[in-house]
């Protein structure tokens, strides 16, 4: 498996932009498709956005479209999630992942991935 370490979170104003980052080691890390989860006080975790191996397809969570934009660096072995005009409800722990198989979900499931980071905290103020 893959190692990954999420950067980045703190606290932000409403309508501001925050970068994460999330380092990965161990493997090769262009075998595996990336993906964004968050996981807010009293909520179950859920999807937010999604990149392919190569980078050349992003899937995306209604609730970000448009906001929030992910990217890889395959010889950094890092992916990055910019968010932009922050709202409140984006306050959550936020974690990075990794799926070394195909997806026919467009990788929005939990089940499909196989390493976690421990999540990065990132508030959103009023």
């Known amino acids: 498996q893959v190692q990954l370490v999420e950067s980045g979170g703190g606290l932000v104003q409403a309508g501001g932009s925050l970068r994460l980052s999330c380092a990965a080691s161990?493997?090769?890390?262009?075998?595996?498709?990336m993906g964004w989860f968050r996981q807010a006080p009293g909520k179950e975790r859920e999807f937010g956005i999604a990149?392919?191996?190569?980078?050349?397809?992003?899937y995306y969570a209604d609730s970000v479209k448009g906001r929030f934009t992910i990217s890889r660096g395959n010889a950094k072995n890092t992916v990055y999630l910019q968010m932009n005009r922050l709202k409140p409800e984006d306050t959550a722990v936020y974690y990075c992942?990794?799926?070394?198989?195909?997806?026919?979900?467009?990788?929005?499931?939990?089940?499909?991935?196989?390493?976690w980071g421990k999540g990065t905290q990132v508030t959103v103020s009023s």
């Open positions: 990149i392919s191996r190569g980078g050349g397809t992003k």
């Open positions: 161990g493997r090769t890390f262009s075998n595996y498709a």
């Open positions: 992942a990794a799926a070394n198989r195909p997806s026919g979900l467009g990788y929005q499931s939990e089940p499909e991935y196989d390493s």
